[in-house]
């Protein structure tokens, strides 16, 4: 369900399976456990992901706002199907960039570093 690892200095969660109230919690706290109060760039990662309902966005709202006060940055990568247009309605991609996938996420955020 949650994969999480770092590439350099930023944090990736890979999320896969149905994103709802009882799960998206554990994904909560398996990111928070990992990141503590450190980490300043992450992308979550919803390629494998089959559902979503809106407690998966309050979970994604709530590690945006975690970066967010520590100056960082946030994506989104591997967005399909339905949650395009969830996350279009609610407004998300205002505040937080969307990638295709991982690999563009970090190469952008690299390219603005050097």
Same mark, same amino acid.
């Given at each position: =369900?949650? !994969? /999480?690892? $770092?590439?350099?200095?930023? $944090? +990736?969660?890979?999320?896969?399976? &149905?994103?709802?109230? /009882?799960?998206?919690?554990?994904?909560?706290?398996?990111?928070?456990?990992?990141? *503590?109060? $450190? %980490?300043?760039?992450?992308?979550?990662?919803?390629?494998? %992901? #089959?559902? =979503?309902?809106?407690? *998966? +966005?309050? =979970?994604?709202?709530?590690?945006?706002?975690?970066?967010?006060?520590?100056? *960082?940055?946030?994506?989104?990568?591997? +967005?399909?199907?339905?949650?395009?247009?969830?996350? !279009? =309605?609610?407004?998300? $991609?205002?505040?937080? !960039?969307?990638? &295709?996938?991982?690999? #563009?996420?970090?190469?952008?955020?690299?390219? /603005?570093?050097?």
């Amino acid at each position: =369900m949650v !994969n /999480c690892r $770092y590439s350099k200095d930023v $944090y +990736i969660v890979e999320l896969s399976g &149905d994103i709802d109230h /009882c799960t998206s919690e554990k994904i909560k706290k398996e990111i928070y456990m990992n990141t *503590g109060k $450190y %980490v300043r760039k992450m992308i979550i990662d919803l390629t494998n %992901v #089959e559902f =979503m309902d809106s407690s *998966g +966005i309050g =979970m994604i709202l709530g590690r945006y706002k975690e970066i967010k006060e520590r100056n *960082g940055e946030i994506a989104l990568t591997g +967005i399909k199907g339905n949650m395009e247009r969830i996350f !279009n =309605m609610s407004g998300l $991609y205002k505040i937080i !960039n969307k990638f &295709d996938t991982i690999g #563009e996420a970090l190469a952008e955020w690299r390219s /603005c570093n050097e």
